[in-house]
């Protein structure tokens, strides 16, 4: 690994003292409470400004290299006092993050497509330390076919590895969702890495506008960085040790109630955000149109601005059809997702990853939304699945057209028709 030259405020010092530049606090100030358009990769960075992160951790691969490339000039610029590494893959940028967040330090690192999965060891690690590294991740397909555009098989592969793991549908929610992600992860009663995770060039590519707000309101929202078993040879602790086989349950389990005990937090976090920045966000799912809804479409990322423009379209035709945005997908929201489905009677997933061999043969997310709505009280929806938006294709409205006509079915025939359906290639 080497590390990049930076400004002169950089440095040890710099993460000792962990305070923003005068530079750093003239620029937000220049730009605070103004409505700026950027893109997603724009908006991770600027929240990575905001968060006056101390480590940065790089590797290139599209399409979140831009994120790295924002966060390369802010240094340059000395508007950000923060080390800036660039690894040599994404297994050494992620132990790098590692190991300086684990010093106390506040680490920023992120990945797309196979660069994600290239450090898949570091995962299970980072949790397992209780060491809330922050990453930033713009989806792309895996290889084969290795398509710019996005699919979320790249995340979701690390999805039972102890991250706090969510979906962005814009640019301003990359912004707010990164600070929120930082607010709950850091929190002592938390303690777990951060994954918030927008679509690749349908939204890390595709400008919106993202209100900033001032470096106070942040600073406040958002206190620094403090491990309480930072590594600190005044105060010796063991950090990955081998242990014996009867200690790993004991750790396991509370990795497993450190995941749990994030429900609530994430529900105090999201309020306080909205309470300080006047957006309000859903804690784990976000309604739409589905009070009196028959149908309804569970989904996650970008492709749910187009789905809710399709659920209009298809209101104003008499189908009462509603649309439930999944805003976490580690912690599951289970019991948020019964309350969002009650009274539905069939349900459809948007599967924009892969589950090869699974239970419904098609992707990862129907089987955890099955298994949440099989303990609901009273009737259950029925559920199916659609493999849509793989490889980077757009969803346009008229498979969403498509979607709702198979749901309708399921309901006047009292079942559904397969487990999964793939878009495009059937009737």
Known sequence: ??????????????????????DGEKFIDGIAGTSVRMNGCSAAAYAALYANVDVITAYPIRPYTAIMMNLAQFIADGVLDAEYVTADGEHAQLSAAFGAASCGARAFTGSSGVGVTY????????????????????????????????????????RDMGWLLGWAATPQEVFDKSLIALAIGE???????????????FVSHIAGKVDLPSAAAVDAYLP???????????????????????????????????MEDAIPVIREKT???????????????????LDDAEIAIVISGGHSVTCRAAIMRLREQGIKVGMARLMWVRPFPSEDLRKALRGVKAVGVVETNLGLGGPSY?????????TALYHMEGTRPLVTSFMAGLGGETVPVAEFDWMAGKLAAAVRNGRVEKAAHWVGFED
């Open 362 to 370: 098609g992707g990862i997310l129907a089987p955890d939304v099955t």
């Open 187 to 201: 929190d002592p009663r938390v303690l777990l890495p951060q994954m918030v995770v927008q679509d690749g060039y």
């Open 1 to 22: 690994m080497t590390t990049v030259t930076t400004s002169p405020a950089s440095g040890p010092a710099a993460l000792e003292r962990g305070v923003r530049t005068p």
């Open 119 to 158: 450090a898949y060891e570091m995962y299970s690690i980072i949790s397992g330390a209780r060491i809330p590294v922050h990453m930033s991740i713009a989806d792309r397909t895996l290889d084969p076919p290795g398509d710019f555009g996005s699919e979320h098989t790249d995340a979701l592969c690390t």
């Open 271 to 289: 309020d306080e955000f909205g309470a300080a920045f006047g957006r309000h966000y859903s804690h784990f799912v976000e309604e739409f149109m």
């Open 224 to 258: 620094p960085y403090q491990l309480p078993f930072a590594l600190d040879p005044r105060r010796p602790v063991s950090h990955g040790p081998q242990i014996h086989p009867e200690q790993g349950p004991p750790l396991q389990l509370e990795r497993a109630r450190a």
